[in-house]
């Protein structure tokens, strides 16, 4: 990852923010993903076909991903950050039309151990993912759980509101408030 903050002997270089150039990788390209190709597979096919595991695309894609969230834990000042990630983009696309898939895996092997030595130490963890501050604060009590609790013909609490009539299922907010969050592996 080249001369990146964090790196092994790179130190912070200091850069004027005036002096940066614009370049075309920063900008977002407008080309629709999910047209047909004649000839090749689309990708909204590629998503309907169910997968044990990922595909190199998939792996590529996500490396690069998390290398952009460590490298905004090591960048504060949001202009420097544009400048390492369009560094980044630019490593990754020297590499995009890469034919021979031995040299691709290798490519994205010695990727994920730079990775793994120059990833932060503290990465920023957003509250509500799993891992941070705020991940299942409020979860509510489980349906099932407090209709075991109470006693038949017991007083119903307020974590579980009395069905509209006798035998009748409580409201539909009530299954989307109380729904358990799945947990991503």
């Known amino acids: 990852m080249g001369n990146l903050p964090g790196g092994s002997g790179s130190g912070l ?4 923010p005036s002096v940066w150039p614009r370049c075309d990788t920063c900008r977002r390209r ?3 993903r999910l047209s047909p190709r004649p000839g090749k597979v689309s990708t909204v096919m ?5 997968g044990a595991y990922l595909t190199h695309r998939q792996k590529v894609l996500r490396l690069y991903k998390r290398a952009l969230r460590h490298l905004e834990s090591w960048c504060v000042q949001r202009d420097k950050y544009r400048y390492f990630a369009c560094l980044m983009r630019a490593r990754f696309e020297e590499h995009k039309n890469e034919k ?3 040299r691709a895996t290798q490519l994205l092997k010695e990727a994920e151990e730079e990775f793994w030595y120059r990833q932060h130490p503290q ?3 957003f509250p509500d993912s799993p891992g941070g501050t705020s991940y299942e604060r ?3 009590y489980k349906v099932k759980q407090l209709q075991e609790e109470t006693p038949p013909g017991g007083p119903l609490t307020e974590a579980l509101p009395p069905a509209r009539k006798e035998g009748d299922l409580p409201p539909l907010w009530w299954y989307i408030v109380t729904r358990p969050r ?3 592996m």
């Open 123 to 125: 990465p920023y963890i």
């Open 46 to 50: 590629a998503f309907l076909a169910p």
């Open 182 to 184: 799945e947990r991503p």
């Open 13 to 16: 270089r200091q850069l004027r």
């Open 138 to 140: 409020y979860d509510c």
């Open 100 to 102: 021979d898939m031995v």
């Open 30 to 32: 407008a080309v629709s």
